[in-house]
T-cell receptor, first 112, second 112 residues
Framework: QKEVEQDPGPLSVPEGAIVSLNCTYSNSAFQYFMWYRQYSRKGPELLMYTYSSGNKEDGRFTAQVDKSSKYISLFIRDSQPSDSATYLCAMSAKTGNTPLVFGKGTRLSVIA | DVKVTQSSRYLVKRTGEKVFLECVQDMDHENMFWYRQDPGLGLRLIYFSYDVKMKEKGDIPEGYSVSREKKERFSLILESASTNQTSMYLC???????????FGPGTRLTVT
């Protein structure tokens, strides 16, 4: 079983839709969770990070962590064509010397 | 803002050539990382460095070496480039090994 699983998509939605992107993980030691956005031919950029369980909101983006289910989500409200990108989840135990573990990314297209 | 720069955006090399990819960060981060990214395979960690002159192998170190002589600079070396090393190479840095990483724009390397 891979440590982090992420549906690769592609996911295509109409402009204005609510988008839900998800990752599951197997390592119960993970406590630090991140979402990255990567536009085509660019490097990933950090979008949001959360520590432990709960929700975090930033504008149209909400990150949600459910440690009991080992499941994290990123919600995008009022999606825009500029949100079209690949979204990668990443996580770590933070303590110790283990780098982030990344999901493979979900490709999202928002159609105008 | 964290700034991570990479020496080239696009590079074309011949099989057997020695290739140097350079990465510089300006945030005084202890940790630096080299990844390659291929369609369907996601980000794969090649090497990371947690201090000057210190390095750790990642998931796919074969065919690569690294050098970190100064804190802000991390180089990836392909000793003898092969066609299966054609890929997007991404450098990142972070304050903690398991903390949020900040990526450079990437180098698209083609080996012919």
């Amino acid at each position: 079983q891979k440590e982090v699983e992420q549906d690769p998509g592609p996911l295509s939605v109409p402009e204005g839709a609510i988008v839900s992107l998800n990752c599951t993980y197997s390592n119960s030691a993970f406590q630090y969770f991140m979402w990255y956005r990567q536009y085509s031919r660019k490097g990933p950029e950090l979008l949001m990070y959360t520590y432990s369980s709960g929700n975090k909101e930033d504008g149209r983006f909400t990150a949600q962590v459910d440690k009991s289910s080992k499941y994290i989500s990123l919600f995008i409200r009022d999606s825009q064509p500029s949100d079209s990108a690949t979204y990668l989840c990443a996580m770590s135990a933070k303590t110790g010397n283990t780098p982030l573990v990344f999901g493979k990314g979900t490709r999202l297209s928002v159609i105008a | 803002d964290v700034k991570v720069t990479q020496s080239s955006r696009y590079l074309v090399k011949r099989t057997g050539e020695k290739v140097f990819l350079e990465c510089v960060q300006d945030m005084d981060h202890e940790n630096m990382f080299w990844y390659r990214q291929d369609p369907g395979l996601g980000l794969r960690l090649i090497y990371f460095s947690y201090d000057v002159k210190m390095k750790e192998k990642g998931d796919i170190p074969e065919g690569y070496s690294v050098s970190r002589e100064k804190k802000e600079r991390f180089s990836l070396i392909l000793e003898s480039a092969s066609t299966n090393q054609t890929s997007m190479y991404l450098c990142a840095s972070s304050f903690l090994v398991g903390g949020e990483q900040y990526f450079g724009p990437g180098t698209r390397l083609t080996v012919t």
